[in-house]
């Protein structure tokens, strides 16, 4: 990619973001990032992001396929356009990788393995996963942990670019064990909270979630390594799976939320046979 590419890319995405953080500011109804601690800047997390997707752009095997990538943009599409971060620039990968795994990177990038799919049985729960990771990314919990983890002057200079060693290991992180940031209770307790309201409001049904992290507690019980990683980025517990089910029992019945869509199917079928 050359350099005067880059910086439009740049350009365009900051001011973009610029609005996002506005749109949030003015209408942030769930409270999300209020009073917590975070060094890094929305145009700062943003800029990282970028820096973090072109490199995993050629350490990963990304699944290329036009068809799968404009499926899982749409599904990521309908969900962020519930959040605070609507306006800002989101994206939606595929990485090409058997084991059962998620992950949000900061500046809305979000990666699912063609594993992971795999393990889902309908639209609602492939939403239900990506739904808990776009709420990571609008709570902001990678960049709150960077914050906490280093001190400002790294925090700014890793943002710009000038603390490459801070950067590698991050980026070797990522790439090797497929986890940004290893989050605590709360922030899980978080991020299930938000992706319960944003799946509901996207109408998509989100009991998706509950029967996908389920499947993701057998798993471990019956094919222990195949999800791993997921659970080491993501303490799952039963009792997380009753507070999802119990806020979901709280929220008025909507009729005709989306269980599984007709495009569904084929997506799978596709990504899954990717090798
Ligand atoms: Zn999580």
């Not at 880059?6 to 973001?17: D, G, H, I, P, T």
Request: glycine share 8%; hydrophobic share 40%; with cysteine.
């Amino acid at each position: 990619m050359g350099m005067q590419r880059m910086s439009q890319r740049f350009r365009a995405a900051l001011l973009s973001v610029l609005a996002g953080a506005l749109v949030a500011y003015a209408c942030a109804s769930t409270g999300v990032n209020k009073g917590d601690f975070n060094l890094v800047s929305y145009q700062e997390e943003w800029q990282l992001g970028a820096q973090l997707e072109a490199d995993i752009a050629r350490q990963l095997p990304l699944v290329r396929d036009a068809n799968s990538l404009a499926y899982i943009n749409r599904l990521g599409q309908r969900l962020v356009a519930q959040t605070e971060l609507a306006q800002a620039p989101w994206e939606f990968h595929i990485v090409a990788d058997p084991s059962i795994n998620a992950f949000n990177i900061p500046g809305g990038h979000v990666y699912v393995n063609t594993g992971l799919i795999a393990a889902t049985d309908n639209t609602a729960e492939l939403a239900g996963v990506m739904a808990h990771e776009i709420s990571h990314g609008v709570a902001r919990h990678g960049t709150e942990q960077l914050s906490k983890a280093y001190g400002f002057n790294i925090i700014a200079g890793l943002a710009l670019g000038q603390n490459p060693p801070v950067y590698q290991q991050i980026l070797a992180q990522v790439v090797g064990a497929g986890v940004f940031a290893k989050y605590g209770r709360d922030a899980e307790r978080e991020a299930d909270h938000l992706g319960v309201l944003y799946m509901y409001n996207a109408g998509y049904d989100p009991h998706g979630m509950v029967t996908m992290f389920q499947e993701l507690l057998s798993r471990r019980q019956s094919q222990p390594g195949t999800v791993d990683e997921f659970f080491s980025s993501h303490p799952l517990t039963e009792e997380r799976i009753q507070n999802t089910r119990a806020q979901i029992d709280q929220l008025p019945p909507r009729p005709n939320q989306i269980l599984n869509d007709a495009e569904f199917p084929a997506f799978r079928q596709r990504v899954t046979s990717i090798r």
